[in-house]
């Protein structure tokens, strides 16, 4: 019989809500100074800078077109992952449930982006001297900790569960 736990779903949902908003609350920053200063190049360490530009394309950059078309192709292929997340939440148990729910989390927070603004601002820049990491940002920063978080899970804990039973 299938029991509904509702203190583990509020517990999800806040996770997720407080993910969504430490992303949103640093994005309205970062476009609220661009406002003000028409740029956003703020240097804080040799290593850390905030640098905003906009990103059409999925991670780090990686497949951005143009093209409004394929934008919207990307842009679906996207919300159809977060729905398949979000079932793998719901049919997952401790470690590996959280880990998804911080993926899900910055999802939701990339993919809110996309669909307001037809792009996502990104501006934490990462650097050594003068080789420059992508530019990043929260929600990025919660997906793939979530997704390192997986392949641990995946080789240790998985791993050692396979050990057991065999």
Same mark, same amino acid.
């Given at each position: 019989?299938?029991?509904?736990?509702?203190?583990?779903?509020?517990?999800?949902?806040?996770? +997720? =809500?407080? /993910?969504?908003?430490?992303?949103?609350?640093?994005? !309205? @920053? +970062? =476009?609220? /100074?661009?406002?003000?200063?028409?740029?956003?190049? !703020? @240097?804080?360490?040799?290593?850390?800078?905030?640098?905003?530009?906009w990103n059409e394309g999925i991670a780090f950059g990686l497949l951005s077109f143009n093209e409004s078309f394929i934008y919207n192709i990307i842009t679906s292929i996207i919300v159809i992952i977060t729905i398949i997340v979000l079932v793998m939440i719901a049919n997952s148990k401790g470690f590996k449930k959280y880990s998804l729910i911080f993926v899900f989390g910055g999802s939701i927070g990339n993919l809110f982006d996309r669909i307001y603004y037809s792009a996502v601002p990104d501006f934490i820049d990462f650097?050594?001297?003068?080789?420059?990491?992508?530019?990043?940002?929260?929600?990025?920063?919660?997906?793939?900790?979530?997704?390192?978080?997986?392949?641990?899970?995946?080789?240790?804990?998985?791993?050692?569960?396979?050990?057991?039973?065999?």
């Open positions: 019989m299938f029991k509904i736990n509702f203190k583990t779903i509020s517990l999800n949902f806040v996770i +997720i =809500l407080v /993910i969504f908003l430490i992303d949103r609350v640093t994005k !309205i @920053y +970062i =476009l609220k /100074i661009a406002e003000l200063q028409n740029t956003v190049d !703020i @240097y804080l360490t040799s290593y850390l800078n905030f640098y905003l530009i650097h050594i001297n003068d080789f420059h990491w992508f530019v990043f940002n929260v929600a990025d920063i919660f997906i793939t900790l979530g997704i390192i978080c997986l392949i641990f899970d995946e080789i240790f804990i998985n791993n050692k569960k396979n050990e057991t039973i065999a």
